[in-house]
């Protein structure tokens, strides 16, 4: 259960920061001496690569416009690392179970990659160019303390992430739709203002 739990927070982290998370189990794991972490999140080489990847993962999450690509690049690594963190950690028992924490991890991660890839976009066509740092900051807190939670609190984690993925999914429903009919209106209006043809008149 606890396994499952640590599924559905890592996969909701993994939506927002997948490096983050895997540095931060394998750190945890080998810091802590924790049972439930795969050993291979564990090795060396794999907290090294994973340590480098955030890196660049935060550098390039605050850059105006080039977070929309960095998002576009990452949107198969976050369901992939959602899904191999669920895998491996319910490799423990068995392989359906396995499986199904592998599809549920994946799942968690690409409903929170679609809302913050949504929010983004939303973030980039507004006048101030500083609150995409404000958002990629507060995104980072949050993968933090989402994070600490799902090696400390997994059921707490599992709960918060739960609600985080049903909010995040519902407003990224609603921006889909607000920007749906912002462009039927600019195109109307552009339709408006074309000049009239000699054979309309």
Known sequence: MEALLMTVGSGVVSGVRPYFMVFLL???GRLLDLDQ???????????????????????ADKIPYFDSFWDQLNAVVRPLAGAA???????????TSAIVMALLGGAAAIGIHITKSTARAAVNVSPE?????????????????????????????????VVLLGIGLYLAYRLHRAFRRLRARSRAARERRAPVGPDEL
Do not use: F
Request: proline residues 4%; without cysteine; charged residues 10%.
């Open 129 to 161: 160019p500083v609150s995409n740092v404000v958002v990629s900051t507060a995104e980072d807190v949050g993968a933090l303390v989402l994070g600490i939670l799902t090696i400390a609190l997994p059921a707490v984690a599992a709960v918060i992430g």
């Open 37 to 59: 972490v795969p050993a291979v999140l564990q090795r060396t080489d794999v907290l090294v690569i994973t340590g480098i990847l955030l890196l660049v993962d935060l550098a």
């Open 85 to 95: 963190i669920g895998y491996l950690l319910g490799g423990e028992t068995d392989t």
């Open 26 to 28: 394998g750190l945890a």
